[in-house]
Structure formats: structure tokens, C-alpha cells
């Protein structure tokens, strides 16, 4: 594919000032992020103007209320996203951080971070997504280019020109921080394939995005996000505990990643446990999708298919599953993860273990929902996604995930 002068001069600004950010100290960065964040309060009624017409647009094309809800801005919502910014302000500065070390023959070696070079993110409607990657993004020396969603492409643009310009006045060069601002699907898929300008692309959104970037790009993808993440309740849980944990992961924000979308529990406490959250789920109005004998317990429940144990439902719509053992909820587990959040209810210290053992996936639990799957609740500050690969990042990827590494070599003629 042919790429415009458009998206090649985009490109050519990140990567003239990725060059001088990679060298940018660490007061500089922080002066930036401050007036970054200091301008998303003094612009708050600008960016809720902005998100009022993406708010409607959508509801005007029908989108589901999950959606809407991702792209609602409130000025509670913008206070969070400046707090986000200062909490990366906190955090030590990866770059530079390493490791020394000297050969027998008199070589020293010194093992540092560096960035990555420019970040590119492909994402939908998230308007908090802007800001969270330019922060980390700027913070970890990155120039970032950012191509949201159509959804949020008025509520993107004022944002992006909000924080660019705040960084820009504290010194950081021009280019640090850009928006595609063409929403046309051409322009998404020519980011993909700007190997010379771009260094790595990290997609954040639904199943149907993450799949199209990766079989699409030619540039590095760290895939993040799809979450089928399950819920065992075991035959030594707390039953109340693990109606409020269980309850919690499902309801909180159920258009999120890290939202419940599969409950197992084991047969021995199915009649005592199910009616509980079961009624409970019902009350607030989730569709519970069960196995046979989940039905035979909840009579209103709907009757799961196959394709419900690997839905990512993003809604308040769950699939309930009664297991005869640890062994069957492991193999089940097994079968449908996407290897992002899964935890266990039990006060069995042995079963606990195993399961936190045996699980692969980028974070599992004892006795926690699965919404703590997050840079903020994890010390990280703000996140750019969950990682659910097992290259270098994996689960919430923040600053030093957003780093690799180079070795300087110090010596004094030595020869092989």
C-alpha cells in the first residue's frame, strides 16, 4: 500500500522528535506532564463540548450502551485523567536505569534503558486512551502517534491539541504527540504498514480491532486486551465473599477488558451459591447464560452455546458453568482464556495455589476480582494496555514496558 504525504509527514515529525526525547531529561519530561495536566483542567468545559457531539453522534447510529458509556466524558472522569498524569509524574523515569558489569579481559559493559522510539496506538472509543499513552509515551522518551476510533474523533482532537501544546510550550519538541485525525479506515491501515517511521504498534480496543492490526501490520505489535477472564468459586469458598467478588468483576464497568465474562463454581456448593448471585445478577439486570444445571437451579436462566464460553461480551451478559472439580475448572479455563484475568474464591490454601499455579495468564487471583487488572491499581500510574502476550510486556504495560534495551560497550583496545 502507497503511503499519503499526509501520513508520511506525520511520521517524519515522531520520528525527528523521537530523537530528541530519547535525550530529554527527566525534569523536562515532568515540567511537560504537569502543564499537561494543569491544561485538561483548565479546559474542561472545551473537551466536554467536544465529547457532548461524539455522544450524541453515537447514540444517533444506535451503539450499545457499554460503548457510550466508554466514550462519556464527565468532569469527574477529566479530574481522573489529570490525576493519572501526575501519578506517572511520580514514577522514577525508566530511561537510563541498568546494569554494569566487567569482562575478565577489561570490557565494561553497561546495560540501559531506552526507548522504544515512536509508539503508534490503534484504538476505539476511549477518549481517556489520548491521554493516557501520550503521558506514558512522553514520560518513557517515546514520540506517540494516536488513531482512535471514529466514536470519539471530536473529543480525541480537542484533547490531542490540548496536551500537545502544553508539552510544546515546556520545551518537548514538535511531533511528540500527534493524532491521525482522518478516521477513514486507509489511514489506519497505512500506519500499520510505516515500518521506516514507526516502531512499534500497540492496538486497544475489541477483539475485532486487535485481530485486524495484527494480521495487517508490517511494524512490531504488542497485542493487548481481548479478556474472556473466569471466575472459579470453589467448594471451600466464602459464599458471600464470593458473591461481592464475583459481582464486582461482572458489574462494575462490564464494557472493560478485565470485566468478568465467565463464572465457574463447583458442584458441591451450585444449590447454595447460584440462587445467591444469581438473584443478585438478576436484580441489576445481568442475562445469566448457563449450563444445563445452571438452568435446572436458575430457571431464568438462557440456555449457553458453545460460542458463549469464548465470548468477550463487554455488557452485562455472563456465561455460568457448574464444574465437578478444580480439575474440570483448569481444563475448562484452559480451553477458552484469552490468558488475561482470572481468579479463584476459596479458602483453601492448597487449592489456591494450584490454581494460581497452573493458570497461565498475565494476572490470576485468590480471592480478588478480576477488575484490579490495571496500571493504576497495580502502583503503575496510568497504563497503555494489557498485554496478554508473553514477549517482553505482559499484563498492565506501563513505563518500563515501553523501553528496551542497548549495551555500551567501554574499553581500551581490546581486540577478539
Avoid at 90 to 117: C, M, Q, S, Y
Avoid at 188 to 208: C, E, F, H, S, W
Wanted: proline share 3%; aromatic share 6%; net charge negative.
Amino acid at each position: 500500500m502507497e503511503i499519503s504525504q499526509e501520513m508520511i509527514a506525520i511520521g517524519q515529525k515522531a520520528k525527528d522528535a523521537a530523537r530528541r526525547l530519547a535525550f530529554m531529561g527527566t525534569e523536562t519530561k515532568n515540567k511537560a506532564l504537569a502543564a499537561m495536566a494543569e491544561a485538561l483542567l483548565q479546559n474542561q468545559t472545551h473537551i466536554l463540548s467536544a465529547n457532548v457531539q461524539d455522544v450524541e453522534a453515537a447514540e444517533k447510529k444506535g451503539l450499545r450502551k457499554s460503548l457510550i458509556n466508554r466514550l462519556q466524558l464527565t468532569e469527574k472522569k477529566i479530574i481522573e485523567m489529570s490525576e493519572a498524569i501526575q501519578d506517572v509524574i511520580a514514577l522514577p523515569d525508566p530511561v537510563g536505569a541498568g546494569e554494569f558489569w566487567t569482562r575478565p579481559n577489561g570490557l565494561r559493559i553497561h546495560k540501559t534503558r531506552v526507548p522504544l522510539g515512536v509508539v503508534a496506538m490503534i484504538y476505539e472509543a476511549r477518549p481517556n486512551v489520548t491521554v493516557d499513552a501520550a503521558a506514558l509515551c512522553l514520560k518513557s522518551g517515546n514520540a506517540c502517534v494516536l488513531r482512535g476510533g471514529s466514536e470519539a474523533i471530536e473529543s480525541n482532537k480537542v484533547l490531542a491539541q490540548i496536551i500537545a501544546e502544553a508539552a510544546e510550550n515546556c520545551g518537548c519538541p514538535a511531533g511528540s504527540i500527534q493524532l491521525v485525525a482522518n478516521t477513514d479506515r486507509q489511514y489506519a491501515v497505512q500506519l500499520m504498514r510505516m515500518n521506516k517511521y514507526i516502531d512499534v504498534i500497540i492496538p486497544r480496543g475489541g477483539t475485532g480491532l486487535i485481530r485486524t492490526v495484527i494480521e495487517n501490520s508490517t511494524v512490531p505489535v504488542i497485542e493487548t486486551g481481548t479478556g474472556v477472564c473466569h471466575a472459579f468459586v470453589d467448594k471451600d469458598a466464602d459464599l458471600e465473599k464470593a458473591v461481592n467478588i464475583v459481582f464486582n468483576s461482572k458489574t462494575q464497568k462490564p464494557e472493560v477488558c478485565n470485566a468478568l465474562e465467565t463464572l465457574l463454581v463447583h458442584e458441591d456448593v451450585a444449590e447454595n451459591y447460584l440462587p445467591l448471585i444469581g438473584q443478585k445478577f438478576k436484580d441489576y439486570g445481568v442475562e445469566i447464560r448457563g449450563c444445563e444445571k445452571v438452568q435446572r437451579i436458575l430457571p431464568y436462566a438462557q440456555p449457553a452455546q458453545e460460542e458463549d464460553w469464548g465470548a468477550e461480551y463487554l455488557d452485562l451478559i455472563i456465561s455460568v458453568k457448574v464444574v465437578r472439580d478444580l480439575d474440570e475448572a483448569l481444563d475448562h479455563i484452559y480451553k477458552y482464556s484469552t490468558q488475561h484475568s482470572e481468579t479463584i474464591i476459596t479458602e483453601n490454601y492448597s487449592t489456591a495455589q494450584r490454581f494460581i499455579n497452573e493458570i497461565d495468564a498475565a494476572a490470576v487471583y485468590t480471592n480478588v476480582s478480576t477488575r484490579f487488572t490495571d496500571g493504576g491499581r497495580f502502583g503503575f500510574g496510568a497504563e497503555i494496555g494489557i498485554s496478554t502476550q508473553k514477549l517482553h510486556a505482559r499484563g498492565p504495560m506501563a513505563l518500563p514496558e515501553l523501553t528496551t534495551f542497548k549495551y555500551m560497550v567501554y574499553g581500551d583496545g581490546q581486540i577478539v
